[in-house]
């Protein structure tokens, strides 16, 4: 397992085409839902869930995918509607990570979004611990009622995204981040 520093500092996405298989074993995918699913949560909500995709399933969900697809554009070919049914079957594992945020008396929605994007980061970092590669996506399809209807995503949950995890081709290039000035300021005390 490369240092946990080394991890964070060296970490890029790949694209969910170019990751392959074998996929995650079982034990590793219980490792990465552990992990996921321990995060800093305001008010212990957990107020977010996983879907897995894996196996002839990823291609089940594709369908739904397809449907949605063939509705909004009923002009569309052969091939785009394949290329949709393919979207969650390009990686070996897909994670989906469903924010459950609602409102609630004390923890604001938005702290409970924020934790579901940790859980996402936490998927992403495990994936990378165990040498796999990982993108975090949402594409078309996380936004589109009758596909999360089709996922069995209820009324107030979101996509936060699909994790497409897999073998990668290689090691990452980086690819260039903000400079700390840009981002980063001291608070300082006015007259100081
Ligand atoms: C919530 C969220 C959704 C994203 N959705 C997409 C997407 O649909 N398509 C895409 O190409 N990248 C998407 N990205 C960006 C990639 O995950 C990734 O950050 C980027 O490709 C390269 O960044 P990295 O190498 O620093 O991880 C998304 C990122 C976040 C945080």
């Known amino acids: 397992m490369p240092d946990a520093l080394e991890l964070l500092k060296t970490r890029r996405s790949f694209k969910a085409i170019e990751l392959s298989g074998p996929a995650p074993s079982p034990a590793e995918i219980d490792m990465l839902l552990t992990v996921a699913s321990r995060v800093p949560d305001h008010g212990k909500l ?19 995918i397809a449907n949605a697809f063939r509705t909004k554009y009923p002009d569309a070919k052969a091939e ?9 079957a390009r990686a070996p594992l897909v994670i989906a990570v469903v924010s459950r945020a609602a409102p609630h008396v004390k923890i ?14 936490n ?8 040498v796999y590669g990982a993108n975090w996506i949402t594409e078309w399809y996380a936004y589109d009622r009758a596909v999360l209807d089709a ?16 073998r990668p081709p290689g090691p990452p290039e980086d690819r260039p981040r903000p400079s700390l000035a840009e981002i980063a300021t001291r608070f300082r005390v006015s007259g100081a």
Do not use: K
């Open 151 to 166: 996922l069995g995503l209820a009324p107030h949950e979101r996509i936060a995204g699909f994790i497409h995890i897999g």
């Open 46 to 64: 957990a107020p977010w869930r996983f879907i897995v995709f894996e196996g002839q399933a990823r291609r089940a969900a594709g369908e739904a």
């Open 80 to 88: 785009q509607i394949e290329a949709e049914r393919d979207r969650l």
């Open 123 to 130: 998927l992403v970092t495990t994936a990378h611990a165990l």
């Open 108 to 121: 604001p929605e938005w702290e409970q979004v924020l934790s579901a994007g940790a859980a996402a980061m």
